[in-house]
């Protein structure tokens, strides 16, 4: 099906050049002379390499077949990630290239989803938030501000800031848009 560069929206699957590319963030402009351009800030989803590039608004792309099977999350060994399909049994591994920063949301038995392009498997995709434990913190500050924050390391390694109150040991919910202190779980 063909997509022009006008329909864009964050989210969108292309084929560019033979690759599934994701649209990441997109800015129609309309410069004081001359046709409007598409200001567009794409990722590769073979390589996880992030592109910005320029479209006119009548340029015409293919949208992309991915296809998402649900999945567990097993167990990390050598820098290779494992996963199970939770259909079919069958297990995947990604590198840990390929996976890149999810690796600090990854928790054993956790549900997500793996992401296909014609039957490769390409990536992972993990849930917009997720459980970690804090493993290393300072203690709190008696009479420090509530806005006050610290730095504080979870249970898969995220180095993050969370605020005075959360001590070691404790549950947190984590934003893997930012990899950025939710809420206590």
């Known amino acids: 099906m063909a997509?022009?560069?006008?329909?864009?929206?964050?989210?969108?699957?292309?084929?560019?050049?033979g690759d599934p590319w994701q649209v990441l963030d997109f800015q129609h402009v309309k410069p004081g002379k001359g046709a409007a351009i598409l200001r567009t800030k794409m990722k590769n989803l073979r390589n996880g390499k992030t592109l910005e590039k320029n479209y006119s608004a009548n340029v015409e792309f293919e949208q992309a077949n991915i296809t998402r099977r649900a999945a567990t999350y097993s167990y990390e060994a050598d820098d290779t990630y494992y996963f199970m399909d939770t259909e079919t049994y069958e297990t995947y591994e990604l590198s840990a290239e390929v996976i890149g920063d999810s690796k600090y949301y990854l928790v054993e038995g956790m549900e997500l989803s793996l992401v296909f392009f014609e039957g490769d498997l390409l990536?992972?995709?993990?849930?917009?938030?997720?459980?970690?434990?804090?493993?290393?913190?300072t203690p709190a500050i008696k009479g420090a501000p509530s806005t006050q924050t610290k730095d504080a390391v979870t249970n898969t390694g995220l180095t993050l800031r969370v605020p005075q109150f959360i001590d070691q040991g404790e549950r947190i919910i984590v934003s893997t848009a930012d990899g950025s202190y939710s809420s206590r779980a």
């Open 123 to 137: 990536t992972v995709n993990v849930p917009d938030k997720v459980e970690l434990e804090i493993v290393e913190t």
């Open 3 to 17: 997509i022009q560069s006008g329909d864009f929206k964050t989210g969108l699957t292309l084929i560019i050049d």
